[in-house]
């Protein structure tokens, strides 16, 4: 018997579901949490999930595919497109494929390429989470892309490439999240010190989570003392 083809309605419905397996839900919209194992057996069932949209090459590190669309409008470097309607080096950051092995590295090519390219490393969306939604997102809670590494997928390599390009680590979300991954906390930490003359000025803009600020001064104050520690011997 003949497959037939997906209607657009159909992949289009199929591709948001795929993304929602990628992205947490407050960048998809999506209720469930992002399962990057699912999403890769979905695309590994359609392998040309992705093809044609240089939005979708984001979400799996498609360097190749990232700079043809480059090339052909460097404008997109900075303009939020695709399904979601994310920013190309924030669709990079934030997929949660960074945290499969064989994803990694293809993921920090390609946000290394963007950023050479000239994306801005301070692109930004805003929570899609309840009361907020893919059409009409929540703008009392942005999200930054520095936060996709910090807070997100915890990625120390990917927190440091974007902070030594000149991301804002004042975002609300990253130095407190990064505490449930050491090795992200220390270049947030040196981050926040350049941007705060002592320690007293320390502190998260505007907090959403119960405890931002308090996390943020304690991790501020254990790098301290183990750089004076290591200092010391």
Known sequence: MEVQPDSPNERADRVLHWLGLIYSGDVSGSMNAANPRVALRIRAESPDLAAGDPYLSCAIGDENALRLATQADPSWLNRPGGPLRLPPLFAVVHSALLR??????????????LIAAGADVNQRIYS????????????????????????TNRDAALTKLLLEAGADPNDGESLYHSLENP?????????????????????IARPRRCGAAQAATAAWRRSKRASAKSAAE
């Open 128 to 151: 899609r989470w309840p009361p907020g939604s893919l059409s009409n997102p929540d703008e009392r809670c942005p999200l930054s892309t520095l936060y996709g590494a910090a807070g």
């Open 183 to 203: 090795d992200c906390t220390p270049p947030l930490a040196g981050a926040w010190r350049s941007h705060r003359r002592d320690e007293r000025d320390l502190q």
């Open 100 to 113: 499969v092995a064989e994803f990694r590295e293809r993921l920090h090519e390609s946000a290394k390429f």
